[in-house]
Nanobody, 124 residues
């Protein structure tokens, strides 16, 4: 079991930056593959970025490549999402998710553990 708590969301102007954090507690953080998903009203959660247990492998949705960076600090039991050059279409609730498998999956059903979400609003 692992408990996940996101923070760092807020209101930002288009072109600005935000850094989201996901703090984990419970089972050893380094045993989990981690990911960020996002959701807008009426739509399913969509994959944003994922990172393997050691932090050596990352994966990104095409829509955020070159603008977002996922990272983790296993000593601090925390994952991050640095979001730069934000666009209005990045507005969503952002969720962190954890999975005990080795590979970085991009489907929400692959992740059994979820945080409560943090709202990111980008004004144009």
């Amino acid at each position: 079991q692992v408990q996940l708590v996101e923070s760092g969301g807020g209101l930002v102007q288009a072109g600005g930056s935000l850094r989201l954090s996901c703090a984990a507690s419970g089972r050893t953080f380094s045993s989990f593959t981690m990911a960020w998903f996002r959701q807008t009203p009426g739509k399913a959660r969509g994959f944003v970025a994922g990172i393997d247990r050691s932090g050596s492998r990352t994966s990104y949705a095409d829509s955020v490549k070159g603008r977002f960076t996922i990272s983790r600090d296993n000593a601090k039991n925390t994952m991050y999402l640095q979001m730069n050059s934000l666009k209005s279409e990045d507005t969503a609730v952002y969720y962190c998710a954890a999975d005990v498998r080795v590979g970085v999956g991009s489907y929400d059903y692959e992740y059994p553990y979820w945080g409560q979400g943090t709202q990111v609003t980008v004004s144009s």
